[in-house]
């Protein structure tokens, strides 16, 4: 059972580049998260899906876009990659808006 | 707006020294706290719900607990693979209940 699933787990990009990063979930979930998660701040929210077909931002939107894909998938995307996002980023399923989250391995994203 | 602080921010211990960790929140109605472990270069791994004032979990050497204001994770005689990150967040009152998280109490524990 792999639960939740991030790729990749490392990249490295220059300023202005554009990626997506890629999560998926094969616990059934609803609910969907992405995390960003920096020293001395903790796990801020960025994005997040309560269920197939709806996204919302979390509390550090600006930058990122998301696209909830279908059930299992909830992919997050940087358009222009600046040096304050760097972070480890997280992503995060629920079965409900009431219940506790799982989440991936992370991908650590550097952007020089 | 909702916050969790969690303290102290880093606790050494050697083997076998029981301690807790308290992680005290301001919601306007709680929807649930949560426990997490977090590894270096892992992601958190849940632990423990609590619901209710008053509500224990207990799993191995942690018990959790929880009041209207504060949650306790009360370590009975660790070993050293209990070295980790501990978080707890929890959910907000209002809109999607977003999780909320504190900034972890990083736990090291000496042979």
């Known amino acids: 059972n792999a639960g939740v699933t991030q790729t990749p787990k490392f990249q490295v990009l220059k300023t202005g580049q554009s990626m997506t990063l890629q999560c998926a979930q094969d616990m059934n979930h609803n609910s969907m998260y992405w995390y960003r998660q920096d020293p001395g701040m903790g796990l801020r929210l960025i994005y997040y899906?309560?269920?197939?077909?709806?996204?919302d931002k979390g509390e550090v939107p600006n930058g990122y876009n998301v696209s909830r894909l279908n059930k299992r998938e909830f992919s997050l995307r940087l358009e222009s990659a600046a040096p304050s996002q760097t972070s480890v980023y997280f992503c995060a399923s629920s079965e409900g808006k009431y219940t506790e989250a799982f989440f991936g391995q992370g991908t650590r994203l550097t952007v020089v | 707006e909702d916050q969790v602080t969690q303290s102290p921010e880093a606790l050494r211990l050697q083997e076998g020294e029981s301690s807790s960790l308290n992680c005290s929140y301001t919601v306007s109605g709680l929807r649930g706290l949560f426990w997490y472990r977090q590894d270096p270069g892992k992601g958190p791994e849940f632990l423990f719900t609590l619901y209710s004032a008053g509500e224990e979990k207990e799993k191995e050497r942690l018990k959790a607990t929880l009041t209207k204001k504060e949650s306790f994770l009360h370590i009975t005689a660790p070993k050293p693979e209990d070295s980790a990150t501990y978080l707890c967040?929890?959910?907000?009152?209002?809109?999607?209940?977003?999780?909320?998280f504190g900034t972890g109490t990083r736990l090291l524990v000496s042979p």
């Open positions: 899906s309560a269920s197939e077909g709806t996204t």
């Open positions: 967040a929890v959910r907000e009152n209002t809109g999607f209940q977003k999780l909320v």
